[in-house]
């Protein structure tokens, strides 16, 4: 007998994201000019005053004056990124809509392929050194940053010191604005292009600092880790990523079903188990064909959705640690099924 036990399709995995926002292609990236507001916050402390202290501490972890002048030249607090973190819970779109409109749109589909072929060598180079699937790695730089040309309006040092100062998440965002230094003085970027997403989330794989510290690669080999301009930097640093997190080399990510009559999405078993214990059970692909052979899967309802079911293999877990939602790992997976 079958245990049954109710899946929680929203619930995240364990593991680093690589991304604070909850959905990369919704994260704003429009330019942060501060409004002429009031500013409200629950700091206890002038922004100028907090500014000095963090100038302070790092100055004691080895950031050069230069570098601290330079990156928090004409920083302001950003009242457009307190209202962005604040408004993080509001609900998102139907699963149909988010996959078909956003995520596995016909254009997002066409640039996929397009991206692909072109880099095609790269990708080749890439896979040889991280045994990561270049389809998903160019899933992710498509729904990340649209392939590059999207990566963020908001300058990452005065959005993180915003979001140190404001005090909600102080300690994690506090943690993040000193990795972000330190990137600006080892090199990587230039203060000016040190551009991203209203939470910080940099360049075209749009990795957080303290991501970008353990996991950004410099693979074309000119001594800078430079994930915003250099598309093999953030092609690979995806792929690091990746391989980091567990990605297991040559194992599908998973697949549309048709679930057996009476399936019972609300009390689905989600237990991993071998694909032909579901091919016993009745289930079949989408089109109504018998399961392939695979790797064990667990059954996977998107969240919000009208009825589509998956079976999710052990690589669908890997994608969801770069972004925990479990529409985005599902959108990813289709997105990278039909780019290559």
């Known amino acids: 007998m079958i245990p049954r036990r109710i899946f929680l399709a929203a619930a995240p995995l364990a593991g680093c994201t690589a991304a604070a926002t909850p959905s990369a292609p919704t994260a704003p990236t429009a330019s942060a000019t501060p409004p002429e507001a009031p500013m409200t916050s629950v ?17 004691r972890r080895g950031i050069s004056q230069a570098t601290l002048a330079a990156a928090f030249s004409g920083v302001r607090p950003n009242q457009r990124v307190i209202e962005l973190d604040r408004r993080q819970a509001e609900g998102g779109l139907q699963w149909e809509d988010y996959r078909d409109r956003i995520m596995v749109s016909p254009t997002r589909v066409q640039n996929g392929r397009r991206n692909y072929a072109e880099n095609a060598d790269l990708l080749r180079r890439i896979e040889q050194r991280f045994r990561v699937s270049p389809r998903v790695i160019v899933a992710i730089w498509g729904v990340e940053t649209n392939f590059g040309g999207n ?67 410099d693979f074309d080999g000119d001594g800078r880790r430079d994930i915003w301009d250099s598309k093999a930097d953030a092609l690979a640093s995806i792929a690091n990523y990746f391989a980091r997190n567990g990605w297991r080399d040559g194992e599908p990510w998973g697949l549309a079903v048709a679930p057996p009559p009476g399936f019972n999405a609300a009390g689905a078993d989600t237990a991993m188990r071998p694909m032909r214990d579901f091919a016993r059970m009745g289930f079949r692909t989408e089109a109504g064909r018998p399961l392939p052979d695979g790797p064990d899967a667990q059954v996977v309802l998107p969240n919000r959705g009208n009825g589509q079911v998956f079976l999710g293999h052990h690589n669908l877990r890997v994608i969801r640690r770069y972004n925990s939602p479990v529409n985005y790992g599902l959108a990813v997976g289709l997105l990278s099924d039909r780019v290559g």
Do not use: C
Not at 188 to 197: A, D, P, V, W, Y
């Open 43 to 59: 700091a206890s402390v002038p922004f100028d005053r907090f500014v000095d202290g963090v100038k302070t501490e790092a100055r």
């Open 151 to 217: 990566t963020g309006g908001f300058k990452v040092v005065e959005a993180l010191a915003t979001l140190a100062w404001e005090g909600r998440r102080a300690a994690y965002f506090r943690t993040e604005l000193f990795a972000a230094l330190k990137i600006l003085d080892d090199g990587h970027i230039r203060t000016e292009r040190m551009m991203g997403s209203w939470a910080g989330a940099m360049g075209q794989p749009q990795f957080m600092p303290t991501n970008f510290e353990r996991l950004a690669v």
